[in-house]
């Protein structure tokens, strides 16, 4: 196995945000979520806050969807589930786009001030939810509601169902964590692909099945692709990692050193056992800097 280096991310990330985190326990699941509290409830979400939706998201809604692939019937309304979405900047976009959207977040701090950005931006809401600017959703807006919970756990599921309704699944999930800050984040940053440590990829995967619709889509914008598969995160390096993960059915776990291209450590990896197959993949002509221009789309179903 290799070495796993330091990520050379500087010293600039040794920060408030890093300090707040080390003195956490890692393994207490219940001590990191009650430290993103911490942050909401003392008025720090500006260590990681952008301030506007995704670029990358806008783009894919508006230039790359069709919708009518994922409607069962005519007339549903789909229903979107973004995890750790804070503020909600794209919980709302969704909305503005025609979803039912779900904001998944473990703060009650962050559920208010979600509601309170929800607010406003559903009524007037400003030009960054919006790639085009003329882009009007055939169906009109959708509605958002924030629910407080734990995505690795299912006691909020119930929190997202319509009247007399089983869970069946979300239409769409959108998996990200590209902000300011997160590059420099410590590894205990639980919920996303890129923050988490590399041993807890399968349990995201395994998340994310249990979530998504049979005929729904999981929409990740990979960050960072830039990075070596060895250093130090989070965020950890990404490249290949959806791949081995979601199509091979390996524990995406990949060294710099690996050859993809061997068959002893394909065997290893999974061999196309995976339970996604990626129908979507292209560089967005927009995405947050911190991507140094290599961000991907991936778009996944469950075969
Ligand atoms: C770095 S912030 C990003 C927030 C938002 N997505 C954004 O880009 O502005 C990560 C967010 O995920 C939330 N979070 C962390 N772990 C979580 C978990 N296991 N389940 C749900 N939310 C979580 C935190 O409360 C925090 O608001």
């Not at 005519?74 to 995890?83: D, K, M, T």
């Not at 997202?160 to 959108?174: A, H, K, P, S, T």
């Not at 996303?192 to 807890?200: H, R, V």
């Amino acid at each position: 196995m290799s070495e796993i280096r330091p990520g050379g991310t500087g010293t600039e990330g040794f920060g408030r945000l890093i300090t707040h985190f080390l003195k956490k326990d890692q393994k207490n699941t219940g001590e990191q979520n009650a430290a993103w509290s911490e942050l909401w409830d003392t008025d720090q979400s500006d260590l990681w806050d952008r301030g506007k939706p995704s670029p990358a998201l806008a783009e894919f809604l508006e230039r790359k969807l069709d919708h009518s692939s994922l409607r069962k019937t005519e007339g549903q309304i789909l229903r979107a589930l973004v995890p750790g979405c804070g503020r909600g900047y794209d919980v709302v976009m969704l909305a503005l786009h025609g979803f039912d959207v779900y904001g998944l977040e473990v703060s009650p701090g962050a559920v208010s001030a979600a509601n309170a950005y929800a607010a406003t931006q559903l009524t007037h809401p400003s030009a960054e939810n919006f790639s085009n600017q003329d882009y009007q959703p055939s169906d009109g807006h959708g509605g958002v509601k924030f629910v407080e919970g734990d995505f690795f756990t299912s006691d909020w599921m119930g929190d997202c169902l319509r009247e007399e309704e089983i869970f069946q699944g979300f239409d769409l999930i959108y998996d990200y964590t590209a902000s300011y800050i997160l590059p420099l984040l410590p590894l205990w940053c639980n919920g996303f692909l890129c923050a988490i440590p590399p041993s807890s990829r399968r349990n995201w995967a395994r998340r994310m099945q249990e979530l998504l619709s049979p005929t729904g889509i999981l929409v990740c914008l990979e960050f960072p692709l830039w990075k070596d598969l060895d250093a130090m995160g989070p965020p950890f390096g990404l490249n290949g990692v959806h791949w081995d993960l979601l199509a091979e059915g390996g524990d995406g776990i990949l060294h710099s050193s690996d050859d993809l291209t061997d068959e002893k450590q394909a065997e290893r990896r999974g061999q196309g056992q995976g339970l996604w197959k990626r129908v979507q993949y292209y560089k967005p002509e927009l995405s947050f800097d911190q991507g140094r221009g290599t961000d991907m789309v991936s778009v996944w179903k469950l075969l």
